[in-house]
């Protein structure tokens, strides 16, 4: 890590939860209304043609151009289309849907492959849509917008499907959401408040994804994912500057800025395709006081400089819902580095207790035993029953397979959430 990069990973400590942790919750949606707020959500589409100008929000100028669909269609000089559809799918579309039997199973009337309706159609993302084509009447208003939205987030409490036929339906309604916004420029509070909802959705799914990753087509849903929760990021992050009055601080911006700093927590990740600490230069001090952003530093600072106690006291004191399910792939990479630094670095040559080192990763101690046995290291057992992890072992390595999925003790809560 540069020098320059280790400034600002200096962190601190925050100890309540964020309240956007809970799930979908609705968010107050006030519309400012001076000049400068004006101007700026005007120019919000402009920002989202390419431009060698370089932008002052979060992100470079490169990188809030790869955070829309370059196929997307975009507003004409004339200024943006106002949308006139009333329901969540065009009926032009749906009808003819209805005659390809393009329906998936949350559309279909009573399981009629060939036969939908009003209340089920959800518009389809089109690549290749061109600004030329498209009519009011195909446009879903804000309006209409926010409650397809709604519906389709609440299809992830489904029981009935697998959550990756759940997944591939949101994934490419969302994107549909966010072509028409584009589309008519709305760049409001509201909107911010969607996008956040659009974030949530590829961050959950950012986990529950990886918990089946051996499966070659969920790694590819997974690898495409990670991709549209960086690009609505980027949006999110530009919309929050489109919305900026003086030096306010929008009521999540906090959080969402922790959970673009946690994707980092890769061995060499770079989420929008520049620097970590060249887009810190871009964040605010306000920011990047906060508890939830000061939380991320600390947790990224910890990885890296491999301090297991201290990555997982932190996580389980101040992990928000968000930033647990980003997290969650990293750590049982922490906890076998854990492993590694006890087996080889240790001074104690006599066997070290599950019991106490199960504390120290935060794990159930079957769960740490089962951990060590995919790290290729032995366990023993002494006269009073206890389970020892003898140091020294020649045979310690990373799972090829990938690891498990183990508890974590102190945000248990969470894991039933998810």
């Not at 979908?24 to 004006?38: E, F, G």
């Not at 994934?171 to 709305?186: A, C, E, H, W």
């Not at 849903?221 to 919305?243: C, D, G, P, V, W």
Request: hydrophobic share 35%; proline share 4%; aromatic share 10%.
């Amino acid at each position: 890590m540069g020098e320059k990069e280790e400034r600002v990973m200096e962190g601190g400590n925050g100890n309540q939860r964020s309240s956007f942790s809970q799930p979908w919750r609705s968010r107050r949606q006030n519309l400012a209304s001076n000049a400068l707020h004006q101007s700026k959500v005007s120019n919000f589409a402009q920002r989202s043609t390419p431009s060698n100008t370089s932008t002052t929000g979060y992100a470079s100028t490169s990188s809030f151009n790869e955070s829309q669909d370059h196929d997307a269609p975009r507003s004409s000089d004339s200024g943006p289309i106002v949308g006139t559809c009333p329901y969540m799918c065009p009926e032009g579309e749906r009808v003819q849907r209805e005659k390809l039997r393009d329906l998936t199973v949350f559309e279909r009337l009573n399981g009629n492959p060939g036969k939908s309706s009003s209340a089920l159609a959800v518009k389809k993302f089109c690549r290749t849509i061109s600004s030329k084509d498209v009519q009011a009447s195909d446009l879903r208003p804000l309006a209409v917008l926010e409650d397809t939205l709604n519906f389709l987030l609440s299809l992830l409490e489904s029981k009935e499907h697998l959550f990756e036929v759940v997944h591939d339906f949101i994934f490419d309604r969302t994107r549909s959401i966010r072509q028409d916004l584009t589309m008519q420029n709305i760049a409001t509070k509201k909107a911010i408040c969607m996008y956040e909802g659009m974030v949530k959705f590829h961050v959950v799914s950012h986990y529950k994804l990886w918990c089946s990753v051996s499966d070659p087509k969920i790694t590819s849903m997974r690898h495409l994912n990670m991709e549209q929760l960086t690009k609505t990021l980027a949006s999110l992050f530009n919309l929050y500057e489109a919305n900026r009055i003086s030096n306010y601080v929008h009521e999540n911006e906090a959080e969402f800025c922790s959970l673009y700093v946690l994707l980092h927590l890769g061995s060499h990740s770079k989420p929008m395709g520049e620097p970590l600490s060249f887009w810190f230069s871009h964040v605010s001090a306000p920011i990047l006081k906060s508890k939830e952003m000061c939380f991320a530093r600390r947790i990224l600072r910890s990885f890296r400089l491999g301090n297991y106690k201290d990555f997982f006291c932190t996580a389980a004191a101040q992990a928000t819902y968000l930033q647990y399910c980003i997290m969650e792939p990293y750590i049982n990479e922490v906890r076998a580095l854990a492993l590694s630094c006890i087996n080889f670095g240790s001074y104690k040559l006599h066997p070290y207790p599950l019991f106490d080192l199960s504390k120290h990763l935060m794990i159930k101690e079957s769960d740490l035993e089962s951990l060590c046995n995919s790290c290729g290291l032995e366990t023993c057992t002494d006269e009073s029953g206890n389970k020892l992890l003898p140091t020294k072992q020649s045979t310690f390595s990373h799972p090829k397979g990938g690891f498990q999925s183990y508890s974590f003790l102190g945000l248990q809560e969470y894991e039933g959430q998810i």
